[in-house]
T-cell receptor
Framework: TQLLEQSPQFLSIQEGENLTVYCNSSSVFSSLQWYRQEPGEGPVLLVTVVTGGEVKKLKRLTFQFGDARKDSSLHITAAQPGDTGLYLCAELRNTGNQFYFGTGTSLTVIP | GAGVSQSPRYKVAKRGQDVALRCDPI?????LFWYQQALGQGPEFLTYFQNEAQLDKSGLPSDRFFAERPEGSVSTLKIQRTQQEDSAVYLC?????????????FGDGTRLSIL
């Protein structure tokens, strides 16, 4: 059962465009991670956000954690074909041992 | 190698057969996780080991699924009497410390197809 909602589910854009994808939950995150997964490979961690309102930047990627720690967004500036992949958010629940993943946003950047 | 290694990369089995999937974590990593990823979905948690101890197996979908890590390094996920709904990519991840203290490093998965 997927407990995190990600939107949009699919996104296809031209190279150079900007985009934002979202991750939402009905409950408060203790911490949230964003991953990118390319076909045939495992997810690769991009960032971990912990504090409400936190903003982190990784080159052209900007990650924001909502003030109430129930939502997060990933903004990509000037997308490139190498950004193509499945973007996943994952939260570590306070109960401890499990990371819950969202359904993912499949991004295609067309050259 | 430096990363998490999973084998085989692809496994095709007939319904009813037993399969075993192997995960070699990064050397020295304490935590090991197994996930199941259906096509077009995010990974779903199956089980968690800290060293050789299986601390959480709440995600295993049925008693046909069994995981072990007897010496605290290599882990095997076994599925008995496979069913078509078991078809998925099985991902293994390891981390240096306990859950949430260090990043998870994922292998490239085993794609299991049940005919």
């Amino acid at each position: 059962t997927q407990l995190l909602e990600q939107s949009p589910q699919f996104l296809s854009i031209q190279e150079g465009e900007n985009l934002t994808v979202y991750c939402n939950s009905s409950s408060v995150f203790s911490s949230l991670q964003w991953y990118r997964q390319e076909p045939g490979e495992g997810p690769v961690l991009l960032v971990t956000v912990v504090t409400g309102g936190e903003v982190k930047k990784l080159k052209r990627l900007t990650f924001q954690f909502g003030d109430a720690r129930k939502d997060s967004s990933l903004h990509i500036t000037a997308a490139q074909p190498g950004d193509t992949g499945l973007y996943l958010c994952a939260e570590l629940r306070n109960t401890g041992n499990q990371f819950y993943f969202g359904t993912g946003t499949s991004l295609t950047v067309i050259p | 190698g430096a990363g998490v290694s999973q084998s085989p990369r692809y496994k095709v089995a007939k319904r009813g057969q037993d399969v075993a999937l192997r995960c070699d974590p990064i050397s020295g990593h304490v935590s090991l996780f197994w996930y199941q990823q259906a096509l077009g979905q995010g990974p779903e948690f199956l089980t968690y080991f800290q060293n050789e101890a299986q601390l959480d197996k709440s995600g295993l979908p049925s008693d046909r699924f069994f995981a072990e890590r007897p010496e605290g390094s290599v882990s095997t996920l076994k599925i008995q009497r496979t069913q078509q709904e078991d078809s998925a990519v099985y991902l293994c991840a390891s981390s240096l410390g306990g859950v949430g203290t260090q990043p998870q490093h994922f292998g490239d998965g085993t794609r299991l197809s049940i005919l």
